[in-house]
């Protein structure tokens, strides 16, 4: 993961501030101290929140060239419910869902970076976000019981919150695919520049996508 870039600001930044909150919390003399002491412990969350926003950067991961990100198979448990087990490419263990409806579909989210970190070599990323069921029929979307699963969380801060404020991230930037679901499908999802693409990998999932394009 290519994040020495965005080191390299915020690293001088936090020592700086570090350097004033001691200055300031440990100075002798009574006069103004109190000042001092809201500037060094305001400096100090300053510090927490850069430190937990690059923590929360890590959930993404690098985007370079195409790249299978996840694999996904699927067993029908009745009519219009599938149970899907999704393995996160980097993941030694994978998660179960069930999901309703006809087709399966999955959302990620991609930074994107602008201005010196560009300059300086740093590397888009993403998180998968979320997977959902969706009916084909309209009327079944909007009546029929649907099943949405979240594949990541934010915490109490996070670098969506602080996006708008961050002049070298990009972030507006969501990509989706969706394919139909097929009891003992597999499916592997890639993730380019353009971003998702879901494509079958077994015969069943082959044969589901090929009879779908067709309709």
């Known amino acids: ?7 390299l600001i915020l690293l001088p930044v936090c020592i700086l501030l570090l350097f004033l909150a001691v200055r300031l919390l440990f100075r002798g003399g009574w006069v103004g101290g109190f000042f001092r002491g809201l500037i060094g412990i305001g400096s100090l969350l300053v510090i927490v929140v850069l430190g937990y926003l690059v923590v929360d950067l890590a959930a993404y991961r690098a985007l370079r060239a195409e ?16 149970q899907v087990e999704l393995t996160p490419a980097d ?12 087709e399966w579909q999955i959302d990620a989210r991609i930074l994107t970076w602008t201005g010196p ?16 069921g ?7 979307e909007r009546s029929s019981e649907r099943r949405v699963h979240a594949l990541d969380s934010d915490g109490w801060l996070s670098m969506r919150q602080f ?27 890639s993730l380019t520049s353009r971003g998702l693409i879901a494509r079958p990998v077994n015969g069943p999932a082959r044969a589901a996508v090929g009879s779908w394009g067709s309709e």
């Open 1 to 7: 993961m290519t994040y020495w870039p965005l080191l």
């Open 117 to 132: 970190l560009t300059v300086l070599g740093m590397e888009p990323v993403f998180r998968l976000e979320r997977l959902s």
């Open 163 to 189: 996006e708008p404020f961050l002049p070298w991230v990009d972030a507006r930037f969501g990509s989706a695919a969706y394919l139909p679901m097929v009891d003992g499908g597999v499916f592997d999802v």
């Open 134 to 140: 969706r009916y084909r029929d309209l009327a079944q």
């Open 67 to 82: 790249t299978t990100i996840a694999s996904l198979s699927f067993q029908q448990l009745g009519d219009q419910r599938y």
């Open 91 to 102: 993941a030694d263990s994978s998660q179960r869902f069930e999901l309703t409806g006809d």
